[in-house]
Nanobody
Framework: QVQLVESGGGLVQAGGSLRLSCVVS????????MAWYRQAPGKRRDFIAR???????LHDASVKGRFTISKNNTVNTVYLQMSSLKPEDTGVYYC????????WGQGTQVTVSS
């Protein structure tokens, strides 16, 4: 049974930083590609960034230069370092495999105040 547990969200002022974590269990973490997604209030879940099993990274244009995805295979965790946060970054952040596992975690709420 795959489990995804996101954490690290919170309330931050515009221009601030947060680091999100996602612990993956029940899957061979070293062989999978992982991604972060954001769901803003009333909107669909959108892709933010991905990292391949080999460490290749891709960031959406909306966060490029501000967010960085990384991972630590020894603790089965993928991270999202977020800086220069903007109010439009507000939302619930989720991680998942690419291709997606059927079940999602509970996500972690990020709120950026202006």
């Amino acid at each position: 049974q795959v489990q995804l547990v996101e954490s690290g969200g919170g309330l931050v002022q515009a221009g601030g930083s947060l680091r999100l974590s996602c612990v993956v269990s029940g899957s061979d973490f070293t062989t999978i590609d992982m991604a972060w997604y954001r769901q803003a209030p009333g909107k669909r879940r959108d892709f933010i960034a991905r990292i391949s099993s080999g460490g290749f990274r891709l960031h959406d244009a909306s966060v490029k230069g501000r967010f960085t995805i990384s991972k630590n295979n020894t603790v089965n965790t993928v991270y999202l370092q977020m800086s220069s946060l903007k109010p439009e970054d507000t939302g619930v952040y989720y991680c998942n495999r690419i291709p997606e596992f059927e079940s999602w975690g509970q996500g972690t709420q990020v709120t950026v105040s202006s």
